[in-house]
C-alpha cells in the first residue's frame, strides 16, 4: 500500500522569502504524485500533479514540484510567497490502479510580514 | 463548471442520531470518492464510486456506514448510530476517469 510522510508540521516564512516543503511517498511502482491546499473552512485544492514525464512539474499560483525517483520524494516550491499562501498543505498518492489518494498529515504554512 | 458540492456544510447531531450527507459532484465526472478528515490530519479514503457502482470501500468504513450514488449523478453518506468518534470533515471528490480528483468543501460533523 502507498503512503506519505511529510516531516514539517509547521513552517513559518516571511512574506516574499522561498518556500519549500517536503513530500516523501512509499510506493512501488510509478505513483501519481499530488499537492492539494486547504485554507481554513475550505475543501482541498488541487496545486499540481505528476503523471509522467518531465519531474519538474508547474501548478497554479506561481508553485512548482520536482519528482526525484531516487529519492522518493516530490517537494512543492515557491520562489517568493505572499501571505495569501497561508494555509495547509497535502501531499498525496495514488495508485495506477484505482487511483484513491493517500494523503500525508499535512503541513501548515504561516506566512508574517 | 459549478464545482463539487456537498450539503450541509455543516451538521450537529447527538449521539445515536443517524446523519446523511450529500455530494454533487462536477458534471459528466463519473468517479466519485468519499474522504475523512480529522483534526491535524490528511484526509482518508472511505470508498468510492464508479459511475452508480461502488467498486471500494475502507476498512475504515464499519457497518454504520453507507454510501450510495443512484443512477451515477449525486451521492449520499449515511452514518447509523453516530458515535463521538465519528465527529470529522466528510469530503467528496470527482473526478472524470483516472484523473485528478476536485473536492466539494466538505460536511463538518460534530457528534455530541
Known amino acids: 500500500a502507498q503512503s506519505v510522510t511529510q516531516p514539517d508540521i509547521h513552517i513559518t516564512v516571511s512574506e516574499g522569502a522561498s518556500l519549500e516543503l517536503r513530500c516523501n511517498y512509499s510506493y512501488g511502482a510509478t505513483p501519481y504524485l499530488f499537492w492539494y491546499v486547504q485554507s481554513p473552512g475550505q475543501g482541498l485544492q488541487l496545486l499540481l500533479k505528476?503523471?509522467?514525464?518531465?519531474?519538474l512539474v508547474q501548478g497554479i499560483k506561481g508553485f512548482e514540484a520536482e519528482f526525484k525517483r531516487s529519492q522518493s520524494s516530490f517537494n512543492l516550491r515557491k520562489p517568493s510567497v505572499h501571505w495569501s499562501d497561508a494555509a495547509e498543505y497535502f501531499c498525496?498518492?495514488?495508485?495506477?490502479?484505482?487511483?484513491?489518494?493517500?494523503f500525508g498529515a499535512g503541513t501548515t504554512v504561516t506566512v508574517r510580514a | 463548471d459549478t464545482g463539487v458540492s456537498q450539503n450541509p456544510r455543516h451538521k450537529i447531531t447527538k449521539r445515536g442520531q443517524n446523519v446523511t450527507f450529500r455530494c454533487d459532484p462536477i458534471s459528466e465526472h463519473n468517479r466519485l470518492y468519499w474522504y475523512r478528515q480529522t483534526l491535524g490530519q490528511g484526509p482518508e479514503f472511505l470508498t468510492y464510486?464508479?459511475?452508480?457502482?461502488?467498486?471500494?470501500k475502507s476498512r475504515l468504513l464499519s457497518d454504520r456506514f453507507s454510501a450510495e450514488r443512484p443512477k451515477g449523478s449525486f451521492s449520499t453518506l449515511e452514518i447509523q448510530r453516530t458515535e463521538q468518534g465519528d465527529s470529522a470533515m466528510y469530503l467528496c471528490?470527482?473526478?472524470?476517469?483516472?484523473?485528478?480528483?476536485?473536492f466539494g468543501p466538505g460536511t463538518r460533523l460534530t457528534v455530541t
Open positions: 505528476y503523471f509522467s514525464g518531465d519531474t
Open positions: 471528490a470527482s473526478s472524470l476517469e483516472a484523473y485528478e480528483q476536485y
Open positions: 498525496a498518492v495514488a495508485s495506477s490502479n484505482d487511483y484513491k489518494l493517500s
Open positions: 464510486f464508479q459511475n452508480e457502482a461502488q467498486l471500494e
